[in-house]
């Protein structure tokens, strides 16, 4: 069982930066696979980034493909969404998930809903014009 908690969300105008941390419990952290997804409203939940177990590779939507920065510290069982350039496109609510994704899957594995087990509550991030 693992328990994740996002924290980090907030307003900022548009070309501001947030970063999202989520904590997770338990001692398997680094036997998972974590993913960033959003939803804003009316729409679906969509893949945003995703890292590896040990953080050696990392997948990008193409929306958000050199603004934004995924990282893991397994030490600490977090990992962060650096968010730079931020859009009003951006608005939604930003969920971290773990999973196990097939190996060898890379993006594929690591982008779809159904690869995660876990999520967490999500949180807020609003990008004003």
């Known amino acids: 069982q693992v328990q994740l908690v996002e924290s980090g969300g907030g307003l900022v105008r548009a070309g501001g930066s947030l970063r999202l941390s989520c904590a997770a419990s338990?001692?398997?952290?680094?036997?998972?696979?974590m993913g960033w997804f959003r939803q804003a409203p009316g729409k679906e939940r969509e893949f945003v980034t995703g890292?590896?177990?040990?953080?050696?590779?990392?997948y990008y939507a193409d929306s958000v493909k050199g603004r934004f920065t995924i990282s893991r510290d397994n030490a600490k069982n977090t990992v962060y969404l650096q968010m730079n350039s931020l859009r009003p496109e951006d608005t939604a609510v930003y969920y971290c998930a773990a999973g196990s994704p097939r190996p060898g899957s890379a993006y594929s594995g690591h982008s779809q809903l159904n690869t995660y087990t876990y999520w967490g509550q999500g949180t807020q991030v609003t990008v004003s014009s």
């Open positions: 338990g001692r398997t952290f680094s036997s998972y696979a």
């Open positions: 890292v590896s177990l040990s953080g050696s590779n990392t």
